[in-house]
């Protein structure tokens, strides 16, 4: 059963309080969120299958571990989620990145997957998703029923910020999926932006309008 991390570790939270400021600009921005998804990424690994190996020390043979099975993907949704995965990758350097982008259609409210390139055997991949708002919970819903449809199997999903909303969404169609936040917000207003939040990710990360 997916379970809701909300990681309050002090440092998260400080930074995620310049995040939040508007007063923040796009330089600074960029560098908090990559400093927050670093110490993340320390949460969410923490309990990836390990695995025993030999190795030589300088002193003596020895029995030690290591990461078990593929190397883990890492797989921003189109366009915010590119601002977390430098800060994952400093401590899972070796990780692989996949790419999700999805747009709703306006008319027929079904996602359109305009880009999708992962890495090879996912199904036997720890995968990592990454949505830094998840607001109505629409994105992150539609790319993890899109990765298991090519056989996804173990999926966390990490997000900056959420409103109970999207949550929600992601419980109940992905009840396997375990949620990492750094702050669970109050609501959706009625443009479904976070509030308080932090306004438009991707703007803010990108320097746009
Ligand atoms: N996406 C954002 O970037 N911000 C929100 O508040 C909601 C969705």
Redesign the pocket.
């Known amino acids: 059963m997916g379970n809701v991390h909300v990681l309050d570790h002090p440092l998260i939270q400080h930074k995620l309080t310049h995040i939040r400021d508007k007063n923040t600009g796009t330089k600074e921005f960029r560098e908090l969120v990559d400093e927050v998804a670093m110490l993340m990424a320390f949460e969410i690994t923490r309990n990836l299958p390990l695995q025993e190996t030999t190795i030589d020390t300088p002193v003596m043979e020895a029995k030690a571990k290591i990461l078990a099975g593929k190397k883990i993907g890492l797989i921003p949704i189109l366009r ?1 989620g590119l601002g977390m995965v430098d800060g994952v990758l400093k401590l899972i350097p070796a990780a692989k990145v996949g790419h999700v982008g999805l747009y709703r259609d306006p008319e027929t409210l079904k996602p359109v997957e305009y880009y999708i390139k992962l890495p090879s055997d996912i199904e036997e991949r720890e995968l990592i998703v990454i949505d ?2 998840l ?1 109505t919970g629409g994105s992150a819903n539609d790319a993890i029923a899109s990765l298991k449809k090519r056989g996804a199997k173990n999926i966390r999903l990490m997000c900056l910020i959420a409103a109970p909303e999207g949550v929600e969404v992601i419980k109940e169609a992905h009840p396997d999926v375990d949620i990492y936040l750094a702050a669970m917000d109050e609501k959706l207003d009625d443009h ?3 509030v308080p ?6 703007d803010r990360l990108f320097g746009t309008k």
């Open positions: 915010a830094p708002m607001a479904a932006y976070i939040g932090l306004g438009d990710a991707g």
